[in-house]
């Protein structure tokens, strides 16, 4: 029996279609089906990620709720001025001991510059309301992607500073020892004074520990730092708290131990927020590449 070419033809080896792909390197990525690569995979979580403007309304409620809780403690200082003066005399006594107390001989120095004086009174009244509450106005118009983070870390300082408040009522310098504490704001009749007049009783007299101009004036610093290009300039931002630092001292107004506390309540409280808005990031993040893609219907 004769054969035929066909019979005595080798086999032939399957179409290279069908071969078996390539081991994929290790250390690379495994992509969701979908996507083709890793700038495709970020754009696509980001977008999933990225969040709305606050609404106004909800951002208005809670300055109305910050202002209510510092009122509703402001009520209790006519019954706790023997324990505040108290406390005020503790933190005099600890700066004296370590031998770092310069509030007398700053508050000596403004007093006898009157002019300065009213400009510092002016700057201690008015400054801390304008620049923080400009800032979170301005961050939650053209940066509401920043705004969250920066606005929770403002508000847990805030929330801090009251529970101290409310614990550790503190006389500040001024009301300590009027006879060696001079009180500028007062005496240089400074623009928008809250030691004189009908807003004397608006603000708590008892309050000096911790400062929140300070808490106030590195929050504004660092909200600046995040929206301003880089640059050289960028580092200027934080003169905004030393020269803060100074003029709370100087007035008559803050410890040396209330403005460190001051500094150590907001920087706390920020690194409690950016912890949490990180973790919360990573869950959304989790959660988005965990979504099967979308699969193309077959035409």
């Given at each position: 029996?004769?054969?035929?070419?066909?019979?005595?033809?080798p086999a032939q080896s399957p179409p290279s279609s069908a071969a078996k792909p390539p081991r994929r390197a290790a250390g690379t990525a495994r992509w969701p089906a979908g996507t083709a690569s890793w700038p495709a995979l970020r754009d696509g979580v980001r977008g999933q990620l990225r969040r709305p403007r606050s609404p106004l309304w909800l951002e208005?409620?809670?300055?109305?709720?910050?202002c209510w809780l510092y009122d509703d403690i402001n009520n209790l200082s006519p019954l706790r001025v023997a324990s505040a003066m108290a406390n005020g005399r503790f933190l005099l006594h600890l700066e004296q001991t370590v031998h770092l107390d310069p509030e007398a001989s700053l508050d000596h120095?403004?007093?006898?510059?009157?002019?300065?004086?009213w400009v510092a009174g002016t700057y201690y009244d008015n400054a801390h309301f304008v620049t923080t509450l400009g800032l979170l106005a301005l961050v939650w118009w053209k940066f509401p992607d920043r705004y969250r983070p920066l606005r929770n870390g403002l508000i847990l300082t805030n929330l801090v500073a009251m529970a101290v408040f409310w614990l550790v009522p503190t006389?500040?310098?001024?009301?300590?020892?009027?006879?060696?504490?001079?009180?500028?704001?007062?005496?240089?009749?400074?623009?928008?004074?809250?030691?004189?007049?009908?807003?004397?009783t608006a603000a708590n007299q008892l309050a000096a520990m911790p400062s929140m101009h300070l808490g106030w004036a590195a929050w504004s610093a660092l909200a600046a730092w995040r929206i301003l290009p880089p640059g050289r300039w960028r580092h200027l931002v934080w003169v905004y708290p030393?020269?803060?630092a100074v003029v709370v001292i100087a007035t008559g107004n803050h410890y040396l131990c209330d403005v460190v506390a001051g500094v150590v309540v907001f920087a706390g409280s920020q690194l409690?927020?950016?912890?949490?808005?990180g973790w919360w990031a990573a869950r959304e993040a989790r959660r988005a590449?965990?979504?099967?893609?979308?699969?193309?219907?077959?035409?």
């Open positions: 029996m004769t054969t035929t070419p066909r019979d005595t033809a208005l409620a809670f300055i109305a709720w910050l120095w403004l007093a006898a510059h009157s002019a300065l004086g006389a500040p310098p001024r009301l300590l020892d009027p006879a060696r504490f001079i009180d500028v704001v007062g005496q240089s009749h400074s623009f928008g004074s809250w030691h004189t007049g009908a807003l004397a030393l020269v803060t409690v927020v950016e912890r949490w808005s590449l965990s979504d099967p893609a979308p699969v193309a219907p077959h035409s």
